[in-house]
């Protein structure tokens, strides 16, 4: 019976230095916080608004036309209106194209952009996990729900975001790996 008790005995502090530690994060409350991407977002709004800013010329140039189309029409022959009316339909189908072009060079540049986010806070986590000890570092958000339940104290959210935002460079949109951080000479 003592040899049994010292077996379990010795089982029992093995398991617990091999104790795995685990933490999780909030991915949503990680993307809003962070600094790149906050960055990111003005830059995608600056963006749409410069591109927005072009097309409602073409849009304000285009209604000019029509507008002298309609006060001049009286004076058009039949197949002068048919010419003109299909000259600005043609003008009209290739404004909306260009709508839909640059629409869609928004979204996929915003999906570069956030792609780039995903990338550099997984790298992050990384090597936050390495430095903190961390086995496993979880993702939860509202649409994965990939954490039903966590102990409060296993949040490491607001950590991460703080040592994320404290190690963000800006000019070049990337986070500085916790390893960097320990290279850097001091001063």
């Known amino acids: 019976m003592k ?45 749409s608004e410069k591109m927005a800013a072009e097309l409602d010329q073409l849009a304000k140039g285009f209604q000019l036309k029509v507008q002298e189309y309609q006060s001049n029409s009286k004076n058009l022959s039949d197949n002068a209106k048919r010419e003109k009316e299909q000259v600005l339909m043609q003008e009209q189908q290739m404004i909306q194209q260009r709508q839909q072009m640059a629409q869609q060079q928004v979204q996929a540049e915003g999906q570069k952009k956030m792609d780039k986010i995903n990338e550099a806070i997984e790298s992050f986590l990384s090597d936050y996990a390495k430095t903190n000890g961390y086995n496993y570092i979880l993702g939860t958000s509202s649409q994965t729900k990939s954490v039903y339940y966590g102990d409060a104290s296993l949040n490491i959210t607001e950590s991460v975001i703080t040592a994320l935002n404290e190690n963000y460079q800006p000019e070049k949109g990337e986070v500085k790996t916790e390893e960097a951080i320990k290279e850097e000479p001091v001063n």
Request: proline content about 0%; overall charge negative.
């Open 3 to 47: 040899k049994l008790l010292l077996v379990f005995s010795v089982f029992l502090l093995l398991t617990s230095c091999n104790e795995v530690k685990i933490a999780y994060v909030d991915v949503e409350e990680i993307i809003k916080d962070y600094e790149g991407s906050k960055e990111a977002e003005k830059e995608m709004k600056a963006e």
